[in-house]
């Protein structure tokens, strides 16, 4: 197969009539294609004959015109993506495959593998073809050639199963071939400007950034250890009620732990990554270089890439709970854990404030002190003000909630719920599975949600796929 660029045929012809006749994207045709060409440098209307090598291709100037091929108009360029969006329609990835010339390529809008035969373009709309999608060109421009066409712009597809559109940038290049306008290349992409280049970091990496916080308590300077968190994290202290939300409240927390000189190191930890996030989660212990103290306390870390560096979004510590011993301090006996049913039985209340599709009622169901980290808004919400805003758009969905798989830890005072869920969306009829952690704790005699991190399904999720734009097109 020899590989050629759109382009070459521009720098061949030596016209800067079709200079912005450039495209970055290789197209794939054999050399018995364009021996039957009137012309390889047909692009700018003129022939130039014998043999004309770049690199590892060579062109044969052909002997013969056909004058049928270049007989195109622009409307009929334009109608060729019917005959393909047609093919669509059917539902049938054979017929799609076969609007593809026997040597093309297809560079897919949500898959990394050039497709260059039948059989791997077949296999691709094995998949996109469950969507049911139908195709519409917004903007396009048509360039004509000698045997060969060119559409180029932007599509927006509806996909029949969801209802959900989404816009793309596509090239064709069209030869005919058989007697028939064939794809000889198929570019696809995402809309560029919705897309969050990955920052790449592996887990040890992870488990590093916690050494960069570490370092800044030994600095012993409160500044330097709130300036690892992020312009909008949030510090849920291991000591104190009252979450921190801004730089100040954050270095207020630390002018007074600081005074104990702790150093931590970490037991035990599990890490997830995400596009420019990552979570380090476990357990760890400080030693306060004050009094010799050694404490255990379970931590979360989740950070972001911002400003060209790791930081903390979140940060929530919290004493080990067995440990501790409400009665010694003169506190009210503690209540008995709840049963497992009994945990999950409070999930029933959450999902029955969604259904009156009050925000106020669903808001209600958080305790004081809350945490939300939802599953489609960055922003984690600390109040009932921040809980209610966020509920007010998702209820619009009229979700109803199902547990699929829970795991249920309970204590003295606090229980927790983890697993995964999957939501009816009474407004669409969609279903979308996520993954759920609550932690409830006893308040004021009810139990109430003190944490709770909703995510989507990693496996589900295009890279760069936290952006609603890259939906598969």
């Known amino acids: 197969m020899k590989v050629f660029s759109v382009a070459l045929l521009a720098a061949i012809a030596g016209f800067s009539s079709v200079d912005a006749f450039t495209v970055g994207t290789n197209l794939q045709l054999s050399q018995n294609t364009f021996a039957s060409v009137d012309s390889s440098t047909a692009l700018a209307g003129r022939r130039r004959k014998g043999k004309k090598k770049f690199g590892k291709v060579t062109l044969n100037a052909p002997k013969t015109s056909s004058p049928s091929r270049s007989d195109i108009s622009e409307s009929e360029v334009r109608s060729l993506f019917s005959l393909w969006n047609n093919a669509l329609a059917t539902g049938d990835s054979r017929i799609v495959a076969k609007r593809y010339a026997k040597e093309s390529i297809l560079l897919p809008t949500v898959s990394d593998t050039p497709r260059t035969d039948f059989g791997s373009i077949k296999d691709y709309f094995d998949a996109f073809l469950l969507k049911k999608p139908q195709g519409e060109i917004l903007e396009g421009d048509i360039r004509i050639g000698d045997g060969w066409c060119q559409d180029a712009g932007i599509y927006e597809f509806t996909m029949g199963a969801t209802g959900d559109k989404v816009k793309a940038r596509y090239t064709y ?26 920052k790449p970091i592996t887990e040890d990496e992870v488990r590093g950034l916690f050494q960069l916080w570490n370092s800044a308590l030994d600095t012993l300077d409160s500044s330097a250890v709130a300036a690892r968190y992020a312009k909008d994290g949030v510090l849920l202290p291991t000591v104190s009620d009252v979450p921190r939300t801004d730089f100040d409240s954050i270095k207020d927390y630390f002018d007074a732990f600081l005074l104990k000189k702790p150093q931590g190191v970490i037991l035990e930890s599990n890490v997830l990554i995400g596009t420019n996030w990552c979570q380090d989660a476990g357990i760890y212990e400080f030693t306060m270089g004050e009094t010799g103290d050694k404490v255990k ?172 734009e890259l939906v598969e097109a």
């Open 173 to 198: 290049t069209y030869v005919f071939e058989d007697n028939q306008w064939k794809i000889a290349h198929h570019h696809s992409s995402v809309m560029p400007e919705g897309i969050d280049i990955a």
């Open 297 to 468: 306390a379970r931590y979360s870390f989740i950070y972001k890439f911002e400003d060209g560096q790791w930081k903390i979004a979140h940060h929530h510590s919290s004493r080990m709970p067995e440990a501790q011993l409400a009665a010694a301090s003169g506190a009210p006996p503690a209540a008995k854990p709840l049963a497992d049913d009994e945990v999950r039985a409070l999930f029933g209340l959450w999902n029955g404030a969604l259904a009156t599709l009050d925000p106020d009622q669903v808001a209600a169901r958080y305790s004081k002190t809350p945490c939300l980290l939802p599953t489609v808004s960055d922003t984690p919400r600390t109040d009932y003000d921040s809980i209610k805003s966020y509920f007010v758009d998702f209820l619009q969905k009229k979700p109803q909630g199902e547990i699929l798989e829970s795991y249920v830890t309970a204590g003295n005072d606090w229980c927790m719920d983890d697993g995964i869920y999957e939501f009816t969306m009474g407004a669409t009829g969609d279903k979308v599975k996520a993954r759920y952690s609550f932690v409830y704790t006893l308040q004021d005699g009810e139990w109430k949600i003190a944490h709770h991190h909703s995510s989507q399904m990693p496996e589900e999720i295009v890279p760069k796929s936290s952006v609603k």
